[in-house]
């Protein structure tokens, strides 16, 4: 069975940082583009980052030169790192995998991806 795990969210004032985590078990992760979603109260969900099979990455504009992605297959583990979060950035974080990995976030998600159940970060100031 297919499974996928966040941790890391949490409480954290604006400008500090925060490493999501997302274990994947089930299904062998290399082969798979790896994605970040988010979505705010009273919001639709974004795309946050996305990583192919190879590690390429795309972001979206809002956290562009903020956010890392990273994947680390021998731990069947994806990152992402946050930096300079901002109030804006609260939401719940979720690690979606099978996804549509290209320069349109809107594009990300297909009806073949799979989601985690998100792991809550918030920022206040």
């Known amino acids: 069975q297919k499974q996928l795990v966040e941790s890391g969210g949490g409480l954290v004032q604006p400008g500090g940082s925060m490493r999501l985590s997302c274990v994947a078990s089930?299904?062998?992760?290399?082969?798979?583009?790896m994605g970040w979603f988010r979505q705010a109260p009273g919001k639709e969900r974004e795309g946050v980052s996305c990583i192919n099979s190879r590690a390429g990455t795309h972001y979206g504009d809002d956290v562009k030169g903020r956010v890392t992605i990273s994947r680390d297959n021998a731990r069947k583990t994806v990152y992402l790192q946050m930096n300079s979060l901002k109030v804006e950035d609260t939401g719940v974080y979720y690690c979606?995998?099978?996804?549509?990995?290209?320069?349109?976030?809107?594009?990300?998600?297909?009806?073949?991806?799979?989601w985690g159940p998100g792991t809550q970060v918030t920022v206040y100031s």
């Open positions: 979606v995998a099978n996804v549509e990995c290209n320069s349109h976030p809107y594009k990300w998600n297909n009806p073949d991806a799979y």
């Open positions: 089930g299904f062998t992760l290399d082969y798979y583009a």
